[in-house]
């Protein structure tokens, strides 16, 4: 059975950081892509960013181009997402997922084969 966990969400200022985790079971890791997705309250679930295993590639949103990194610990089965100049637009709910398909020009797929439950991020101003 397939299983991602997120962890590492809080409360932050404004311009401040924080870094998520998600681990992954029950997936080859080390050949498929994992994404970060985010739903803030009232609005649908974007993409955040993706990173294919395999070769490394990755994709972000414009929105946090330039403030988050994504990166993958083959041996842990681990993505991580470090957030660093975080702004209240910022605050969702984080989730990973396993998408169907991701290129570097689109991003990922928002059909997936698995979900995490999410992580909370809020930023106050």
């Known amino acids: 059975e397939v299983q991602l966990a997120e962890s590492g969400g809080g409360l932050v200022h404004a311009g401040g950081s924080l870094k998520l985790s998600c681990r992954v079971s029950?997936?080859?890791?080390?050949?498929?892509?994992i994404a970060w997705f985010r739903q803030a309250p009232g609005k649908g679930r974007e993409g955040v960013a993706c990173i294919s295993n395999s070769d490394g590639d990755t994709w972000y949103t414009d929105s946090v181009k330039g403030r988050f990194t994504i990166s993958s610990d083959n041996t842990k089965r681990t993505v991580y997402l470090q957030m660093n100049s975080l702004k209240p637009e910022d605050t969702a709910i984080y989730y990973c997922?396993?998408?169907?398909?991701?290129?570097?020009?689109?991003?990922?797929?928002?059909?997936?084969?698995?979900w995490g439950h999410g992580t909370q991020v809020t930023v106050s101003s």
């Open positions: 029950g997936f080859r890791f080390e050949l498929g892509a």
């Open positions: 997922s396993i998408p169907q398909w991701f290129t570097t020009l689109v991003g990922p797929s928002t059909e997936a084969e698995s």
